[in-house]
């Protein structure tokens, strides 16, 4: 039984230095709520979160799914109803027949987090500034909430599809499928010119028979001070690799499209102190910069108009997400819902964090001209409707099949629905090294050709055996159909091993080789 919450909220509160007020009483600011749009008109004091309520019986809902607010840890599922969790961007509720959405529109001006319990729902809007409140200058749509009612004559995957649609009504969706060979995860980093051309040939074998050029991304390790424990500009090259635009001119004579790696937001070069982020951090001796400010746009923008001059037809920019907030990758509280620790603030506090975030967005895919951008530690609902490619998951890895298993099969099947409706969903490479067990890749490979999604691998030159050779081949001529499935299981497992292709379901088994998953 769906329960509409278009309508005002029971209540409504303000979160202001930590405390929380009914906006009635609230001394921080005023909301309103108008035809789907949450406004803060006016704030009279930091104003960090706001909180809405909608009281009703939702016991009819029987299983969960939700969103993360960037890249997710492999741990999307169906779940029961879960009072305590903040599901980002939205949730689809499903009744026991058919799956209905709530959320709120990409693009917004806050990051949006739903929790739901038998007795209602809730949509909590962060509006901070850094990890302080904002003081708005003008009135601020923050979000607009949304919400789609399934019917019962289509799958769940397809109720779900079409809520991406309702929440993402303009796409930038590339005018092709995207495949190819991407390096880092078998060469992490050690590669020169000579690998890159030893790549592009392996990718042109591989895809011999496809109708559209292939992409071969270069990823980190081109760069000047690519050292230990640092990995970030200036994005020159460096000693192994020359001239970037005569490499980018050779592998197009090639037959690929070349594609490279960037990392904008951490530099060791000499920048003017306006462009440091305001907490002065960074890592590796590098310093993170401030995209609140316009002179470091520019600084971005020059970095990415470069790269596309240069001829690189996809361009992947990466870690955007920890750097803005001064995360450390590692402890991910910016993949999380509190995104930042508190006591900072930009120097322009009227506005929100992810009105910051989308303006360096539009910047990047600004400056890339044709060139198509892939986000990589990025924000998917604040860059769909932007970019054309979004990284959906933390890294897979070609040391470490379960890493693989768990960040490439879960997200490959879970935000399938955001695929072709927000953007091109990349679920990360397959990789085939001698760490990994390469049937397993393989088969990860041939599930990611089946969704339509982008599709890339890293393989170790001389180590693929001419029958794996044949069933890559054979994926990548799918990829370049335009394949698309949908995960059929994915109510029973959070590693989905059941896909529906053209009436067809198709199984992979994820575990008989390295028999099941050890956690010691």
């Known amino acids: 039984m769906f329960k509409s919450i278009r309508r005002e909220p029971c209540f409504v509160e303000i979160q202001s230095a930590g405390v929380w007020e009914s906006a009635e009483e609230s001394k921080a600011g005023l909301v ?4 789907g749009d949450v406004i803060l008109v006016e704030t009279k004091e930091p104003v960090e979160r706001i909180r809405l309520r909608w009281n009703d019986d939702f016991t009819f809902v029987k299983r969960v799914l939700g969103d993360a607010p960037g890249v997710e840890f492999g741990d999307m599922a169906w779940m029961p109803v879960y009072p305590e969790k903040h599901w980002a961007w939205y949730i689809q509720c499903y009744d026991g027949k058919t799956v209905h959405g709530y959320g709120v529109k990409t693009g917004c001006n806050s990051f949006c987090f739903w929790q739901l319990d038998q007795e209602g729902i ?8 850094g990890g302080c409140g904002v003081m708005l200058k003008n009135p601020l749509v923050c979000a607009t909430v949304v919400e789609r009612e399934g019917l019962v004559t289509e799958t769940p995957y397809k109720a779900c599809q079409e809520f991406c649609k309702v929440m993402c009504e303009k796409p930038n969706l590339p005018s092709r499928p995207v495949f190819g060979l991407n390096n880092w995860y078998y060469a992490y980093g050690n590669i020169s010119r000579e690998s890159v051309l030893e790549d592009t040939k392996l990718t042109m074998e591989l895809c011999a028979d496809t109708k559209h050029r292939p992409y071969m991304l270069i990823d980190d390790g081109w760069q000047l001070l690519r050292e230990p424990g640092y990995i970030g500009g200036p994005f020159v090259p460096n000693e192994k690799f020359g001239d970037m635009a005569e490499l980018a001119a050779k592998m197009s004579q090639m037959g690929v499209e070349p594609g490279l790696w960037v990392r904008p937001l951490l530099t060791k070069e000499k920048v003017s102190e306006n462009m440091l982020h305001p907490r002065r951090l960074g890592t590796g001796g590098g310093v993170f910069l401030d995209p609140s400010k316009d002179e470091v746009l520019e600084f971005v923008a ?15 920019y990466d870690f955007t997400a920890p750097d803005m907030m001064t995360a450390d990758i ?7 819902e509190n995104l930042t620790d508190g006591g900072w603030h930009f120097d322009d506090t009227s506005v929100t964090n992810a009105q910051i975030i989308k303006k360096l967005y539009e910047t990047i895919q600004k400056a890339a001209g044709d060139s198509l951008v ?3 530690n990025t924000y998917n609902h604040l860059a769909a409707g932007i970019h054309q490619i979004q990284r959906s998951c933390l890294d897979t890895n070609g040391h470490n099949w379960e890493k693989t298993r768990r960040n490439g099969v879960n997200p490959l099947a879970f935000r399938m629905p955001q695929n072709n409706t927000f953007f091109i969903a990349d679920p990360d490479c397959a990789a085939i090294t001698d760490k990994s067990p390469h049937e397993m890749n393989v088969r990860f490979f041939e599930a990611c050709a089946l969704s339509g999604e982008s599709l890339f691998i890293s393989a170790t030159p001389g180590l693929l055996s001419n029958e794996h050779k044949k069933r890559l081949q054979q994926s990548f001529k799918i990829a370049d159909m335009g394949c698309q499935c949908e995960p059929v299981d994915w109510f029973d497992t959070s590693c989905p091993r059941q896909y529906m292709v053209n009436g067809e379901i198709r199984t992979f088994n994820w575990y008989d080789i390295t028999n099941g998953v050890n956690i010691y």
């Not at 809730?122 to 500034?129: H, K």
């Open 374 to 376: 892939m986000g990589c």
């Open 330 to 336: 590692y402890d991910e509280i910016y993949l999380k």
């Open 302 to 316: 020059d970095i990415i108009k470069t790269v596309s001059d240069n001829g690189y037809k996809v361009i992947k």
């Open 122 to 129: 809730s949509l909590v809007l962060d509006v901070r500034n």
């Open 32 to 35: 309103k709520y108008q035809n």
